[in-house]
């Protein structure tokens, strides 16, 4: 997934990191799409990109993957570390 600079954390994130995907808005006044916040782990650590975005592989299930990677490619996605998963 490429996400925007500020649409993830900052902290490394190895593999195996549990992440909660967010719908979200785009840049204007766009309402979030549709769907409940999706589960995942991280399968390869961020890249940083020159400007300022990043590169994340995210592993989810089979059913939400289309539907996340639409909502990457439309900067509607959000990537939060959740509390208490492996680090």
Aim: charged share 15%; hydrophobic share 50%.
């Amino acid at each position: 997934l490429r996400l925007a600079a500020g649409r993830l954390p900052s902290a490394l994130m190895p593999p195996g990191t549990d992440v909660l995907l967010v719908p979200v808005g785009g840049d204007g006044a766009d309402a979030p799409p549709a769907g409940a916040s999706v589960t995942g782990k991280i399968a390869t650590a961020a890249t940083t990109l020159p400007d300022g975005a990043a590169l994340v592989d995210v592993t989810v299930s089979a059913g939400e993957g289309e539907r996340v990677a639409r909502m990457a490619a439309a900067d509607q996605l959000v990537l939060l570390r959740l509390a208490g998963g492996q680090r």
